[in-house]
Structures are given as structure tokens and as C-alpha cells.
């Protein structure tokens, strides 16, 4: 039987790898990060249910484990794609974790001890830290310690104490690590495969605001990514879940959230990024469970409430939360120096004229935009997006035979939208896999 | 602690079929919605399950009150119509719990669909707030095992 | 089984839990509990670590039964199951305590909430002592696949299913299969509805795995999963498969209707071709309207007509069933914005038919005789709250759908005046490109809120009077046309459906999945899938998808050739059976029947039938039937535990 090549593995890479795999197909997934997950195990609630994103997410993390037609390729990108449908050649470069994964136990004694305390954790978005050697996140799949190289006093110590020492630094998760697993000497690997179908499930990233200098992002400390802001209402979040402002750790008493911030802009991305009304409008909720005297203000263009259960959801916050919804452009944002208040100056489209208000934190409910530079022969959209090349008759396929797109990096989309086109891929996938290994009558 | 005014707290028991109702139930959870702690769910496949039997065991060892529910006549029983079966048994039960010394307002048979938690929140507001006023069940009935 | 060893797994669930719940607490109270071995807490039971805490327990402590206090059975049981099975242990051996969705997330006072959760944790403990293991059963499962619904969602499936080798029954309720898709002009701006949904039916016509039934519908179903008895009742056609489409028949039928398939645009006979592409391609006769007056089969010169045909009852076999009935759009009632009581006030579906070529109108945009000047579409017609009548979801393509097609008439009629009034427009994705063209075409998007725009038909005209959120003023506009966006409703035979399918509905009234967001495409019984609008409103592309997403699931399911079934179903204890066969007249599935065992009649349930509903359980007099996994001894326990009490069994 031949194998199909996953690429990323965000909540669709999953969905599409577990579907493949109950058919009996080998299926590799690879994923830049050296976890599964993508954005979803981010989240902490999800629209328009309010379900615990890991909740759902982590069981069907634990099933990839559970596969032994599976295998991760984590830490690990994509080099190039030659060959066609039936036989792809993919070079794959895995990165070294300096932990032989095959001896971790994920026990994290040595994320305990490492002397280095002060790397910004990528999890919690830099809003809290973690050591030179971490594990990615509480639940992460594989749950395997992986070592910072850049921040690792013994891989890359500081040039001083490198002259003073007379050995080589540190060493100390070497020490603790039950299993010995620690290796410095890992080198980067090349992995070859042949794979008989691809599916690019790469997702998105989110676009930085810093490009849009007059919102103060990056310079003005209590305004946030809303992405950010998931991980702060996380319990398993920088402040277990409390929501404070960065500039002096007190409770916020009056949110905004910003729309669009990088979307439907001329300016910067055409496209609607699809997910951050309801994303917004459900950190707002989230706001106001968590502290209920606080007051949540959503500045929008248009509320996106399209998709099922979300304009009931909105109709929610609204009456029931008491979410505050203001159609206006915000034209900037400046910080007050005493208070670290924000001053947001709108323009109200109901009054036509500028306006102002005290906030007392910021979201930004900031773009998406596609991990789609990848050394795959597919074409692009005009928007960067990787094109589906007929929709209509040949769903989820791209420019190139036999290669595949599901998620958002087809299109921003939300998780059930990602999960259904993941399983629409898998089945197409599946079935170039079992042709070339035993060849069945085809209906094209 | 100073001592706290101790108000009579119903207990209440619930046998919730698992595809309306007891969804209902954990729906009313993920929506974050309050309702009184006094309820104790017993999770069966459905209410055409219940047997009276065990219902008049709840009462005999001390329920004030119990709810039999599930989904909703004529057509969302997950069984087709386990429901109505359940409908038939406890609407001639509800006649017999008179006899027995046990006002009829201590059993409900309920409706409620996976997407009404609202109404599960509802009813154990109404029943709560019903056993207050009746107080507690003093059966004098015996059940056998 | 030897004496119940039970380990008692409290978890944190983050705050989730451990927020309301002392959760140090419980656990205290869980180690004093009868047959507890060991009572442990961690923060994420259901991660791996948290698994692995169980599986080494039950190594290390000989553990034989397993209690996890954490979040619902309907999560996270599947998860546990398998972790213990990986340890050793039977997977049935598990109770799940509910205290997060029934406790802590419900709850404020902590206090009262600990003790709550000690109480659900001693009631899931009692029921775990009376635990027994219990095996799965395997069963053969079919290759075979019923469609229902032959829209664009539904012809996907059944493709893609052929594709994998499924035997593919497509059941069309009406004369065609198409559905909406076939009949919209524009549905992007370069793609024909009709033009997409020919190509797929010519796949179908080529694929001789897929047996289209049309004028059909499914009647009844029984069975379960991989071995499904469906009846499909085949309503006369009246038309057979000699018909050349010559279409004398159509000249000479004295009964006149108004079109469905141009929503009332133009007019057909009793004996009408859907449309041109219509498949299968031959005439039908639409037996509500005929008269039975013979003209047609006497001029039919092939005899492909025989008034005489009558209801036909197929009975099929099949593993899966595909649910992809679709919508139908709302109806506005007389009245709402006009309609009905002006000719020029028509639905965004008949502005769709007008601009397709093949309109009567050969795709020119003439609306009560002439090209308007002014035409303005009003939005969310039917859909978020907007009139008493209208559904409280927002029905997602017609923004897209609207503004598609002003773009489609400002290109063609540059001169036309194009006004949209919107509350929001929902361009979500990529369909933003479409707003941001409009505006350039220079379409004028006029914002309401919540007072929503009046239409005045007056002797000078059309009038639209609004209420402009932008400008905050109420403004009057004179229209030659004004369509309207109406959006989707749930099929109006949707009760049926349920009654033969038993799929369920959420509470706007269309079906619902197994999961709203990781199992968007199944329904909750297992075997059967959805597609398409009927889950509630989309696009075709997303229509299309899912359809290829629930044939692989299905493909998923089935592709081994058996299926394997929970064994948590009936059970007949035979000593105790009196036969008297109260249990086989309340089985719904007609499981149970009584036979003869060395002359006792004793009941006997055929497994693959029972669905393990228990009510058999509930009724039988002598407590011999009994339903594994809720016995009645297990029910009890947990019943007397509420109040601290214990049973003997
Ligand atoms: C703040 C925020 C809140 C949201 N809230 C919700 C919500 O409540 N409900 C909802 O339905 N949706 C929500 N979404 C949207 C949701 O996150 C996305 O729909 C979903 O994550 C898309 O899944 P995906 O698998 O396509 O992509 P991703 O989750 O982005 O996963 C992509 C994966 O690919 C990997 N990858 C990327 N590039 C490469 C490469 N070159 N090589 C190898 N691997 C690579 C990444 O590491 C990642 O693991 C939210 C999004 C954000 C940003
Ligand atoms: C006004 C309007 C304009 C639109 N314009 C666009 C557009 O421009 N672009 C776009 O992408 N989308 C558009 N849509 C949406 C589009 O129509 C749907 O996405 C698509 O048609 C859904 O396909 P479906 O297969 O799910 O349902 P349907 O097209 O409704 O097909 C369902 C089929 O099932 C059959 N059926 C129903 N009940 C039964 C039964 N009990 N037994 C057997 N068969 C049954 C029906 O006869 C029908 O053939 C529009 C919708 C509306 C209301
Ligand atoms: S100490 Fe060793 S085994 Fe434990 S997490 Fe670190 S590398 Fe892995
Ligand atoms: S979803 Fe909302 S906030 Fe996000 S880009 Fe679209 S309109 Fe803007
Ligand atoms: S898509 Fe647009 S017109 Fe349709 S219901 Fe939603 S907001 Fe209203
Ligand atoms: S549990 Fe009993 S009544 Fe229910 S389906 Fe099975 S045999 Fe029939
Ligand atoms: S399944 Fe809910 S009452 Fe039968």
C-alpha cells in the first residue's frame, strides 16, 4: 500500500491523517512545530459553543498516537516535492531536537532545571517564559522536550563565559534526564519518502499589527493580539486564566476589541479573514465571565455572523452578555503615560465624525494570513491563499495532481469548515493511494 | 463561621436519557448557564429505560423529588418511541405515588432536546423551588430491594 | 469476577474543574469509599500523562475497575475506554463521574459544589463495583450506499462514492436530479450553476455504479449500520425511457402551471421537462396537476407514455445512508416588503433565473416589460430576525449571492442604478473580493438596523423608504425593481424525514451533526451522514465539499467490510424468563422474539437488531431482561448511592 504525505498539522492535518489512517493508509505528518495542534490548541473556548478548544481537540491528538500507520515528523519542513500522482519523492529536513525522542518520556524534569528562565514562550504568545529546553505545551502530541538551541547556554553560550570556562557550559538537563535522552551532538536530518498523494494542511499565521504603526501595537502595553488575549483567558494560559493588563497586572473594567485589523483593507489584505467576529465576540463573553463588571466594546465594519449557531450567538452577547457593538473605523490608538490607558480615536459610521474613548485594554482582532510559501508545485490565489484548482468538480484538489488543500490556508475559515474539507481530502488522497497499490476502475 | 441560616435543600433525582436530555444537561454546562446544586444525574439510554421500580427506591431512600426525562414525543426519541413508552408507565405511576403518601408535584416526566438546556435549567428552577414549598419527603412506604 | 479493585481518577481540567471544585477534596472522600484502591488527582486526565497515571495504576494496583470525575461521558469516554483496554483491562470497566458539565461549570458556591462532586463520584463508584466486562460484536457490513437527495451536495457524494467502489443509490424526490444548483444563473462570476451541475451528471451517466431513482423516496428504514434495509417508494413517472424529448406531448396537454423550476417566471404543462440538462432526460408527468385526459399518449409517436403506471416498492440493502435533502428557500409571505402585491417585487431565486441565459427572458434583465433604472435588493429577507416570520440565523450566501449578481447587472446594464441594503453584508473569506468590486462597479450599499426598510407601491412608483445607519436619516428611494434576499429554511418535509431516519434537529430547525465542529458531516446514529444545506445554510462550493466529506466518512466506515457494535444491548437471563413477551411487543426494532428451549418459551434478542435502547429492561416482570452497562443491580447502585446507601447483589 502507498502513503500519503500530510503537510502541517493543525486541526485539519489531524482530522485528514486519523481518516486516512482507519482506511489502513500509512500517512506521515509533518509539522514545522514540535508539537501537533496548530492554531486550535491556541484557543480556549471555541465559537459559537463555548467548548474548551483542547477539550475536543486533545483526544483526537492522543488517536494519531494510537495509529501505528502514522508516523510525525515534527520539528520538520518540507524541502521538495518532484514526481507526480502515485509517486511523489519528498525531501524532508527534520531539525534537530537535541532529545533523542525515542528515549524522551516527556517527564520534563529538565524543563524544570535548565538555568535559562528568561526565553519568551512561544505558547503563551512571549507572555510568560520558559526555559532553553520546554516541552510545547501541557498536552502536547508527541510531549517530547526539545532544546532552544539559540537560548541554550550550551549550544550557543554567551561569548564571555565561553572564554572563561575551559569545557563546554551547563549541561545540566544532560544530568537530570532520566532516560538520557539529551544529545547535543544532534545534527539535521534529511528524510526521504515516496508518497503517492499529498495534502497541504499548513494553515495560517497571523499578521503582525506592527504593521499598522498607528494602532500602537508593540509600543503601547495593554494592547493585545487577539490571539494573545486566547491565551490569557486560558487557564492553562501565562496567568492561569486571569485576565490582567500587562503595565501593572490589574483587572481591566473596559475592553475593546478591534475588527479587521489587517483585513478588508486595501491597504494590506483584501480578504475577510473569516474567524475573528465570532472570535472577538466569544473573547468578550469570555471577558465578562471571567470578570463580570468589566466592559466589553466591539469596533467592527461588518459582524460576520454567517456560519451555524453564530448569529445566535451574537444575538447573545449582545442581550444577554451585554456586549457593546460600535460599527466605526478606528483611526488610532494612543496610550496615556500615567495610566497605560488607550485613547481610541473612531470614526463612528453611525454620526459620521471622530470620536474618542478610554479603554483600559485592547484587542486587536488581527488577519490571518496563509503558510503557503512551500516547495510544492501549486498554484497560488491573487490573495496567497493555495488555489483550488476546480471547486466545483474536483473539490479540494490544487493545481497539481494528486496534491491537495484543506484549512485555512485554502481560504480562512473556521474549524468546522477545516475538519470537513480534511475528511473530503483524506477520501480523495485514499483513493490514489489504493490505486497505485492495487489498481481499481476510476470515475474521474 | 458564624452560623448560616440552614434552609431545607431538596434532593433530586434524575434519570436523564442520554441523546435529548442528558445532552441537555451538559449543553446547560458548556454554556456556562447556574442552576441549583440539589440534582443528581443518572445517565440512561433513554427514558423508556426508567423503571418505576427505581424511582419508588429514589423516593424510599430519601429523594424529595425525581425526574424522569428524555426527548421529546412524537418523534425525537432515539429509539422511536421509547419515549412514549416512558409516558404510558409514569403517567399510571404518577396516579399510584398518591397512595403511597407522596404528593404528586415530587415527580415530573419531563421533555427536554439536546439543545434546550435552557429548559433543563427551567425545570430544575421550578422543582427546586416546589419541594422548598412541599419541604421534605417523609415516605411511609416500603420498597423491596 | 473477583472483588472490584477501583482506582478513582479526579481531574482539573485546568480551572475548569479545579476552579469550583476542592478537587483535593474529592479525592479524600473517594480513597474512604467502598472497594477504592487508589484516588488520584491531575490536572488533564485526558492527556496522555493523565492516561498514563491510569494505566500504570492499574498495573501497578491490579486494577479492575476505573472511575474518572471529569468532564462528560460523551467526550471523554471513548478516550478512557481505549486507555484502559491499552492497559489490559476490559474497556467496559469504566465509570465517567460527570463534574465539570453537571458541577463545576453549573455551580458557584465552591463548597457546595465539592460536595456535589463527592456525591457524583460515589455514585459513578458504586456503579463501577457492579461493572461487568463486555465484548464487541462484529457484523458484515455492505459496499453499498443510499443517497438521499440528489442536489449538488448529494450527486458529489454519490461520485465520490462510486469512485471508491460503492454500489451508489441516488434517491430524487423529484422528476431530476440538480436540485437548486441546476437552476441558479450566476453562482460566481464566471461559473453557470447549470453548466457545473451538467458535468457532474454527465460523471453519473457515465458511472455505471450509480443508480439514479427519481420520483422517489424512502419510506422506511430499518436495520443499523453496514446492513441497512431501506424501502424506497418509486411514485409513477408516467414517462418512460423512449421518450426522445421531442416534446409533442407538452403542445397538446391542456393543464397549465406555473413553472417551480423558473420560480414562477414563466408557465409549463402537466407534462414538463425540469429543464434542459435535466436528468434523467426524459419527460415527467406531474401527477398532482394532470387530468388523465390521454391527449399526450396518443400523440406520443415512441409510446414512452402510459398513464396507466403505477407506484412501484423497491427494497434495497445497503450500509450507509447519505442525508442530502437540502433547503428550501423561504417564502415571503404576501405582503413582506411588497411581495406578491407588486409585479416588479421578486425574490433574489427569480432575479437568478432572469439572468441565466436560458431564462424566458434568454438572460436579459427585464422586470415587468422593460430593463429598470433603479433596482435595489433588500438582504436578510427571511433570515436574522428581521420580520416576525424570518429565522433568527443569518442564511450566509445570499450577501454573496446579491452581490454577485449586481455585478452581473452593472456590467451588463451600466446605467442601472444598483442600491443593496443591507444590515451586514456577510462577504466572509474571499468573498470579500466581490464587495470591494462592487464598490468599485459603484453598487450602493445602504446600511439598516434594526428598523427595517419599507416598500411603498404608490401611483408615481416603487419606493423604498430606510432609515440609512451611516448617515442617520431616513432616505427615499424610487425603484423600477427590488428584489429580495431571501434566505434558506429547513425542507418543509423535514418531520418525515426524522420519522423514517431518525436523524434529529438542532434548534433552528435543521439537522444536527454528531459534533458542531469535529464531526460536521455525520449524524448521531452511527451510519448515517449529512450533506449539504440540510445541517443548515451554505454555498454550493461548501455544499460540495461536504458531500465529499461524508462519502469518506462513510467510505471510512465501511471500507473493511464489517462493522463492529456496542455491546451495551439487551440480554435475556433464561432462568428467569417467564415468556410471557411483554418485552417483544415495547422493542421498537422488533429485536426480541420468543423461542421454544427445551419446551420453555424463553425471549430471545437477536443482537445485530437490538439498539440497546433498555426498554425492554424497564418492562420485563420477572428482571430477566437486562440491559449490559444498566442493569438493573448497576442502576440501582447508583440510584442508593445518592443518599449514601449501598445494595447487595
Ligand atoms: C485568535 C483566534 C481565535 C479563533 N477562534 C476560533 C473559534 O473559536 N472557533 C473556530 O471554529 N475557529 C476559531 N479560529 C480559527 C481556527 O483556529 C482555524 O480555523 C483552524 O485553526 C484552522 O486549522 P488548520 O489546520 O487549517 O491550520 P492551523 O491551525 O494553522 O495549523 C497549521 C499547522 O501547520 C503547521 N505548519 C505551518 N507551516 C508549515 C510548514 N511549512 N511545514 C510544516 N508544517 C507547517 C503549523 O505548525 C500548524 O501546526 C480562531 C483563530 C484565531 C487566530
Ligand atoms: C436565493 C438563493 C440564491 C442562491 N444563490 C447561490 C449562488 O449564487 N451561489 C452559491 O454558491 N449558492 C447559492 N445558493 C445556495 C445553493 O442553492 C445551495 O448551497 C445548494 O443548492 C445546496 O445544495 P444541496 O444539495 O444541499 O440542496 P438542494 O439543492 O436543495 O438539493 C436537495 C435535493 O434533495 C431533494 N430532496 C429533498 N427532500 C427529499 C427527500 N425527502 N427525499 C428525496 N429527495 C429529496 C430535492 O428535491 C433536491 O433535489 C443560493 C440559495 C438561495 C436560497
Ligand atoms: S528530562 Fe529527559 S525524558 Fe524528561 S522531558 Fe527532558 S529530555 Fe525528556
Ligand atoms: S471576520 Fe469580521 S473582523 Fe474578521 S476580517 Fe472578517 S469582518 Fe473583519
Ligand atoms: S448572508 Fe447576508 S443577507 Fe443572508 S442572512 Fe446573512 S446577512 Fe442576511
Ligand atoms: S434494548 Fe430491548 S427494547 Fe431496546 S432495542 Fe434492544 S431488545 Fe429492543
Ligand atoms: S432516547 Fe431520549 S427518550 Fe428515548
Redesign the interface.
Known amino acids: 500500500m502507498s502513503s500519503v504525505l500530510i503537510i502541517g498539522g493543525g ?1 485539519a492535518g489531524i ?1 485528514a491523517a486519523l ?1 486516512l489512517a ?3 493508509i500509512e500517512v506521515y505528518l509533518v509539522d514545522k512545530a514540535p508539537s501537533v495542534g496548530g492554531k486550535m490548541a491556541y484557543l480556549d473556548k ?1 465559537f ?2 463555548l ?2 478548544a ?7 491528538m ?1 488517536a494519531l ?2 495509529y501505528p500507520n502514522i508516523k510525525l515528523i515534527m520539528n520538520s519542513e518540507v524541502q521538495d516535492v518532484s514526481g507526480r500522482a502515485g509517486n511523489f519523492k519528498v525531501k524532508i529536513l527534520k531539525k534537530p531536537t537535541y532529545v533523542d525522542w525515542s528515549k524522551c518520556n ?1 517527564c520534563a524534569v529538565c524543563t524544570e532545571k535548565c538555568p535559562v528562565k528568561d526565553v519568551p514562550n512561544e505558547y503563551n504568545m512571549g507572555l510568560s517564559n520558559r526555559r532553553a529546553i520546554y516541552i510545547m505545551f ?2 502536547a ?1 508527541p ?1 517530547r522536550a526539545i532544546i532552544d538551541a539559540e537560548h541554550c547556554m550550551r549550544l550557543n553560550p554567551p561569548p564571555k563565559a565561553k572564554e572563561k570556562a575551559k569545557g563546554p557550559l551547563c549541561g545540566v538537563c544532560q544530568r537530570v534526564c532520566p532516560t538520557k535522552a539529551i544529545d547535543y551532538e544532534q545534527k539535521p536530518e534529511i528524510i526521504e519518502l515516496n508518497v503517492a498523494s499529498l495534502i497541504i494542511a499548513t494553515g495560517m499565521e497571523l499578521y503582525d499589527p506592527r504593521n499598522m504603526p498607528e494602532l500602537g501595537y508593540g509600543k503601547h502595553q495593554n494592547v493585545y493580539t487577539n490571539l494573545e488575549f486566547e491565551r490569557l483567558v ?3 494560559g501565562p496567568t ?2 486571569e485576565i490582567v493588563r500587562k503595565s501593572d497586572g490589574k483587572h481591566p473594567k473596559k475592553i475593546a476589541w478591534i475588527q479587521c485589523v489587517g ?2 483593507d ?1 491597504r494590506f489584505n ?5 474567524y475573528c467576529c465570532m472570535a472577538a465576540t466569544k473573547q468578550a463573553i469570555l471577558a465578562k465571565e471571567h470578570l463580570s463588571d468589566v466592559q466589553c466594546t466591539i469596533y467592527y465594519m ?11 450567538f451574537l ?1 447573545r452577547a449582545k442581550k444577554e452578555f451585554g456586549i457593546n457593538y460600535i ?1 466605526g473605523k478606528v483611526v488610532r490608538i494612543d496610550e496615556i503615560p500615567e495610566t497605560k490607558n488607550l485613547k481610541i480615536i473612531y470614526e463612528d ?4 465624525y471622530l470620536k474618542m474613548d478610554e479603554y483600559d485594554m485592547v484587542v486587536l482582532s488581527v488577519a490571518i494570513t496563509p503558510n503557503s510559501k512551500l516547495p510544492v508545485p501549486v498554484e497560488l ?3 496567497g ?1 493555495i488555489k483550488m484548482k476546480d ?3 474536483d ?2 484538489s490544487t493545481s497539481a495532481e494528486g496534491i491537495f488543500v484543506v484549512g485555512a490556508v485554502a ?3 473556521d ?3 477545516s ?6 481530502a ?3 488522497a ?2 490514489i493511494a489504493k490505486r497505485f497499490s492495487c489498481p ?1 476502475e ?3 | 463561621m458564624a452560623e448560616q441560616k440552614s434552609e431545607f435543600e431538596p ?1 433530586i ?1 434524575v434519570y436523564a436519557c442520554n ?2 436530555t ?2 441537555a ?2 449543553l ?3 454554556s ?6 440539589n440534582v ?7 427514558s ?4 418505576p421500580q ?1 424511582v419508588l ?2 423516593f424510599a ?3 424529595d423529588g425525581v425526574i424522569v426525562a428524555g ?1 421529546h414525543p412524537p ?2 426519541c ?5 419515549n412514549y ?1 416512558a409516558y404510558r ?1 409514569f403517567e399510571l405511576f404518577r396516579k399510584l405515588l398518591g397512595a403511597m403518601g407522596i404528593e404528586q408535584e415530587r415527580f415530573r416526566l419531563e421533555w427536554i ?4 438546556a435552557s429548559r433543563w435549567v427551567q425545570v430544575v428552577n421550578e422543582m427546586v423551588a416546589q419541594l422548598k414549598k412541599l419541604g421534605p419527603l417523609k415516605p411511609n412506604m416500603e420498597v423491596r ?1 | 469476577m473477583s472483588e472490584p479493585r477501583i482506582g478513582v481518577y479526579v481531574c482539573h ?4 474543574i479545579a ?1 469550583t471544585v476542592d478537587v483535593k477534596k474529592v479525592v479524600e472522600f473517594a480513597k474512604n469509599l467502598p472497594n477504592v484502591v487508589v484516588a488520584k488527582e491531575y ?2 486526565m ?4 493523565g ?1 498514563d497515571l491510569i494505566k500504570e495504576d492499574i498495573k501497578a494496583n491490579n486494577l479492575n475497575r476505573i472511575v474518572v470525575a471529569a ?6 469516554e ?2 478512557f475506554r ?1 486507555a484502559i483496554k491499552e492497559a489490559g483491562l476490559n474497556k467496559y470497566l469504566l465509570e465517567m463521574a ?1 463534574i ?4 463545576s ?5 465552591k463548597e ?2 465539592t ?2 462532586a463527592k ?2 463520584v460515589r ?1 459513578a463508584v458504586a456503579k463501577a463495583r457492579y461493572l461487568e466486562p463486555l465484548e464487541e460484536l462484529e457484523v458484515g457490513a455492505e459496499t453499498s450506499a443510499l443517497v438521499l437527495g440528489g442536489g449538488i451536495a448529494g450527486i ?1 457524494a454519490a ?2 462514492l ?4 460503492f454500489h451508489v443509490y441516488l434517491v430524487e424526490k423529484s422528476p431530476t436530479i440538480g436540485g437548486k444548483a441546476a437552476l441558479i444563473g450566476y ?1 460566481d462570476p464566471q ?1 453557470k450553476g447549470a453548466e ?1 451541475v451538467s ?2 451528471i454527465d ?1 453519473i451517466k ?2 455505471p ?1 450509480i443508480q439514479v431513482l427519481t420520483n422517489a423516496e424512502l419510506i422506511q428504514l430499518g436495520g443499523f449500520v453496514g446492513n441497512y434495509n431501506a424501502k424506497i417508494r418509486i411514485n409513477p413517472r408516467f414517462v418512460n425511457e423512449r421518450c426522445t424529448l421531442c416534446g409533442e406531448c407538452e403542445e397538446v396537454c391542456p393543464v397549465e402551471v406555473a413553472n417551480e423550476y423558473n420560480f414562477g417566471l414563466s408557465r409549463r404543462k402537466a407534462i414538463f421537462l425540469p429543464f434542459a440538462n435535466a436528468y434523467p432526460p426524459y419527460y415527467a408527468i406531474d401527477y398532482r396537476v394532470c387530468v388523465k385526459c390521454g391527449e399526450c399518449e396518443k400523440v406520443c409517436r415512441f409510446r414512452a407514455i402510459n398513464l396507466k403506471e403505477e407506484a412501484k416498492i423497491l427494497e434495497l440493502k445497503v450500509g450507509t445512508l447519505i442525508v442530502a435533502t437540502g433547503y428550501d428557500p423561504y417564502r415571503p409571505f404576501k405582503g413582506e416588503y411588497g411581495y406578491g402585491l407588486h409585479p416588479n417585487i421578486l425574490t433574489l431565486f427569480q432575479l437568478e433565473r432572469l439572468l441565466d441565459p436560458d431564462s424566458p427572458t434568454k438572460g436579459e434583465l427585464i422586470i415587468g416589460g422593460k430593463i429598470p433604472k433603479n433596482i435595489a435588493f433588500i438582504q436578510c429577507v427571511g ?3 428581521t420580520t416576525p416570520g424570518a429565522k ?3 442564511s ?1 450566501m445570499c450577501c454573496t449571492t446579491a452581490i454577485n449578481s449586481a455585478i452581473k447587472i452593472k456590467e451588463r446594464y451600466p446605467n442601472t442604478n444598483v442600491y443593496i441594503l443591507y444590515k ?10 466581490l464587495y ?1 468590486e462592487a464598490g468599485k462597479k459603484l453598487v450602493n450599499f445602504i ?1 439598516f438596523e434594526e428598523k427595517i426598510p419599507k416598500v411603498l407601491i404608490t401611483p408615481e412608483g416603487l419606493f423604498i423608504e430606510v432609515f440609512e ?4 436619516e431616513n432616505i427615499r428611494i424610487p425603484v423600477d425593481a427590488i428584489v429580495l434576499s431571501i434566505g434558506m429554511l429547513p425542507p418543509r418535509d423535514i ?1 418525515e424525514l ?2 423514517v431516519t ?1 436523524v ?1 434537529c ?3 430547525g ?1 439537522v ?1 451533526e454528531a ?7 455525520e449524524a ?2 452511527k451510519g448515517i451522514f449529512l450533506a449539504g444545506c440540510i ?3 451554505k454555498n ?3 455544499s ?3 458531500g ?2 461524508a ?3 462513510a ?2 466506515l465501511l ?2 467490510g464489517k462493522i463492529t457494535i456496542e455491546p ?1 444491548i439487551a440480554q435475556v437471563n433464561e432462568e428467569k424468563c417467564s415468556g410471557c413477551a411483554i418485552c417483544v411487543g ?1 422493542c ?2 422488533s429485536a426480541i422474539s420468543i423461542k421454544t428451549v427445551n419446551g420453555d418459551r424463553i425471549a430471545h434478542v437477536e443482537k445485530a437488531l437490538c ?5 425492554c ?3 420485563c416482570p420477572s428482571g430477566a431482561m437486562q ?1 449490559l452497562g ?1 442493569k ?1 443491580l448497576q ?2 447502585a ?3 448511592a ?2 449514601g ?1 449501598e ?1 447487595h447483589g
Open positions: 486541526v482530522q481518516d482507519e482506511q489502513g471555541t459559537p459553543t467548548d474548551c483542547l477539550c475536543i481537540l486533545a483526544p483526537k492522543a498516537l494510537r516527556g501541557p498536552q502530541v510531549k486560558s487557564a492553562t492561569n486564566g483585513s478588508r486595501i483584501h480578504y475577510c479573514s473569516a461588518d459582524i460576520r455572523a454567517f456560519g451555524k449557531g453564530f448569529n445566535e444575538e460599527r459610521t453611525a454620526e459620521s490565489t491573487e490573495d491563499f471547486p466545483y468538480l473539490p479540494v481560504g480562512a475559515k474549524i468546522p469548515d475538519v470537513t474539507e480534511a475528511s473530503a483524506a477520501a480523495r485514499a483513493l481499481t476510476v470515475v474521474k | 434532593k433525582v441523546w435529548c442528558y445532552a444537561t451538559d446547560a454546562g458548556t456556562r448557564m447556574s442552576y441549583p446544586p443528581r444525574i443518572i445517565r440512561v439510554m433513554c423508556g429505560r426508567v423503571d427505581l427506591q429514589a431512600d430519601g429523594a426527548c418523534a425525537d432515539h429509539y422511536i418511541e421509547g413508552k408507565r432536546s439536546a439543545a434546550e430491594e | 481540567c485546568g480551572f475548569n476552579g490536572v488533564f485526558c492527556s496522555e500523562p492516561q468532564c462528560s461521558p460523551s467526550l471523554h471513548v478516550t481505549t460527570n465539570r458539565e453537571h458541577c461549570w453549573v455551580h458557584h458556591d457546595k459544589a460536595e456535589k456525591e457524583i455514585m458529489r461520485l465520490e462510486a469512485n471508491y467502489g453562482i461559473t457545473v458535468k457532474m460523471k457515465e458511472c455504479r433570515s436574522r430576525n433568527e440565523y443569518c450566509r451586514d453584508i456577510m462577504t466572509y473569506g474571499s468573498d470579500e473580493t470591494e446600511k445607519y451611516t448617515i442617520q418531520e426524522i420519522a431518525r434529529s438542532g434548534g433552528e435543521f444536527r459534533h458542531l465542529k469535529l464531526a460536521p458531516v448521531p446514529t445541517t443548515g445554510p454550493i462550493l461548501e460540495i465539499r461536504m465529499s466529506a462519502a469518506a466518512k467510505m471510512a471500507s473493511k451495551m415495547v421498537p426494532y439498539m440497546g435502547c433498555g426498554t429492561s424497564a418492562a440491559h444498566f438493573d442502576l440501582l447508583q440510584t442508593r445518592v443518599f446507601g445494595v
